[in-house]
């Protein structure tokens, strides 16, 4: 009985390392980890500038006041990451409604998020918990195009 308990101990105790030792701490909250306010505004900045060079969703921008994107983007992602701010923009389904968008351009997107976030340095782990929280946009946001364009192929 001992030897199970002893070895049953270290099977705990090696557990626990590992885990510690894959999971990064985290002092505060993603709004934190991301360099709040300028941190994200790096971040977007960087991945609207990104977006504006693409040749594949550069052409959806046409009609957007990007200063005002950028904004709402840096607030958008400041309230899902925990910060102090106030979102006052539209919802995801609304503001997409008319832009015709497909999958294509949701994670062509998303790429220039991730190389904005790269450029920046954000750990890998942090920009995964930043992805989780904007995923279930997707639906909305390609959603709308069916909505807005009935039969319209995804």
Not at 41 to 56: E, F, N, S
Not at 58 to 86: S, Y
Not at 115 to 127: C, H, K, N, R, S
Request: glycine letters at 8%; a positive charge; aromatic letters at 6%.
């Amino acid at each position: 009985m001992p030897a199970f308990s002893l070895a049953s101990r270290t099977v705990a105790v090696l557990v626990l390392a590992a885990t510690l030792l894959a999971a990064p701490a985290r002092a505060g909250t993603l709004y934190d980890e991301l360099g709040q306010r300028a941190g994200l505004t790096r971040i977007v900045d960087g991945m609207v500038h990104r977006a504006l060079l693409d040749p594949r969703i550069k052409d959806t921008f046409d009609d957007a006041n990007i200063e005002r994107l950028r904004g709402l983007l840096m607030l958008q992602f400041c309230v899902l990451t925990g910060g102090p701010c106030r979102y006052p923009g539209r919802g995801m389904k609304a503001a997409h409604a008319d832009l015709n968008l497909a999958p294509r351009h949701f994670n062509a997107m998303v790429e220039t998020l991730q190389d904005a976030m790269d450029a920046e340095g954000v750990p890998f782990w942090t920009q995964n918990r930043l992805l989780a929280l904007l995923a279930p946009m997707h639906r909305d946001i390609v959603a709308a195009r069916s909505a807005a364009k009935p039969g319209a192929a995804p």
